[in-house]
């Protein structure tokens, strides 16, 4: 039997709190240390916590969690990699295109390794289930999808490092709805063609509250995007509409239980009595498998030498290229912005700690 996996992480808040519980669960990983210059007072008893992610990568780990504000996910990752060691990062990793591409560069230096991105949103039951539901062609080709993610902050506004362009590279769109895009992408493939609307609607922040995008693949599949933190009502709704019927994933069972329960719904197109209203089939899920499957799938890689199927550095590559084209395709915004949105403030914030705080990050 084989040895069980060390695992170190770098970044002690909500994320790698989750992990944590995570891989403390298997048989076949070992929490063996972690690292935050500001570390919680309780939940990591059990581990030796360290002051500098380099202790962490120095370690006699095997795999590196990369649990931190977006700005230092590529260093974190690339250091990771380039000491011999697995690396799961969660998303966005970085704050654009750029630290994606130095993150891959240091995935062809170390071809023996794994590289997993966190897109967890792809292990949800009822995003598994549609999966099935539309690639056994029962309803024929996918015509267009429709997918709303939004949510509300306390009265205070958004986290305050997550204001900072400095450290996150946007707001919502790059936050939360990359989650969507990412899952437009899953049953769609690549989109070509992009036009949008990015706003600060109601919070006071340099960042975008609301972004609303079309986008279109070569081969004329449309997919309309709302990602909002002005939902007042946290919803998430994914809709994929097919030549004979339809697949909706409406709602998410989030650790807040806040977005409603999760249904699978599905109806074939009737042309007869129930023209706009036909029978639906409805599957209730109430948990969220994500994370164990995420690791799951991580484990299996590593230890098998098989490539990454979902949150592959491609996966994080390409989703990010369409968050940074809908910032880009909204001329208004990047003016009032005062440039692009891709023209990152790289400058070193004030006293930013390497954690992720507790922030919703589904």
């Known amino acids: 039997m084989a040895r069980a996996l060390r695992i170190g992480i770098v970044g002690l808040g909500k994320m790698g709190g989750i992990r944590a519980a995570t891989i403390r669960q298997r048989h076949d990983t070992i929490l063996h240390c972690g690292a935050d210059p500001n570390p919680p007072p309780t939940g990591f008893d059990d581990v030796r916590v360290l002051g500098d992610y380099r202790d962490v990568v120095d370690s006699d780990v095997d795999a590196v969690f990369v649990c931190t504000p977006n700005r230092f996910i590529p260093d974190v990752a690339v250091a990771a990699l380039d000491a011999g060691k697995h690396v799961f990062c969660e998303k966005p990793p970085g704050l654009d295109l750029r630290d994606v591409e130095r993150i891959m560069e240091a995935e062809r230096r170390n071809p023996g390794l794994v590289l997993k991105v966190g897109f967890n949103h792809r292990y949800h039951y009822g995003i598994m289930e549609a999966k ?3 690639d056994s062609g029962k309803y024929g080709e996918i015509l267009w999808v429709r997918g709303i993610y939004g949510k509300a902050e306390s009265g205070s ?3 305050p490092w997550r204001e900072n362009p400095a450290l996150v ?10 989650h969507m895009l990412d899952l437009f992408r899953y049953f769609c493939g690549e989109f070509s063609e992009i036009k949008s609307m990015c706003t600060r609607a109601f919070w006071n922040t340099p960042l975008e509250d609301n972004a609303f995008a079309l986008l279109r693949t070569e081969r004329g599949r449309i997919a309309m995007l709302h990602s909002s933190l002005t939902q007042w009502k946290h919803r998430f709704t994914l809709e994929i509409f ?3 019927g339809y697949v909706i994933v409406d709602g998410m069972p989030s650790s807040t239980r806040s977005y409603r329960d999760e249904w ?3 109806g074939r197109r009737h042309t007869g009595y ?9 599957t209730f899920c109430n948990t969220n498998p994500s994370w164990d499957s995420e690791l799951n799938e991580f484990v299996e890689c590593i230890r098998n030498g098989t490539p990454v199927r979902h949150g592959s550095s491609r996966d994080a590559y390409e989703t990010m290229r369409l968050v940074f084209g809908i910032y880009d395709a909204d001329e208004g915004f990047q003016s009032s912005l005062g440039g692009r949105a891709t023209a990152v403030d790289r400058s070193e914030p004030e006293a930013v700690p390497i954690r992720a705080e507790p922030a919703l990050r589904e």
């Open 132 to 134: 099935k539901i539309v």
């Open 242 to 244: 097919l030549h004979d």
């Open 169 to 178: 590279g946007g707001g919502i769109l790059l936050d939360q709805g990359i």
């Open 264 to 266: 699978i719904i599905q």
């Open 274 to 282: 129930a023209i706009g209203n036909p029978p639906e089939e409805r």
């Open 157 to 159: 506004g958004p986290n």
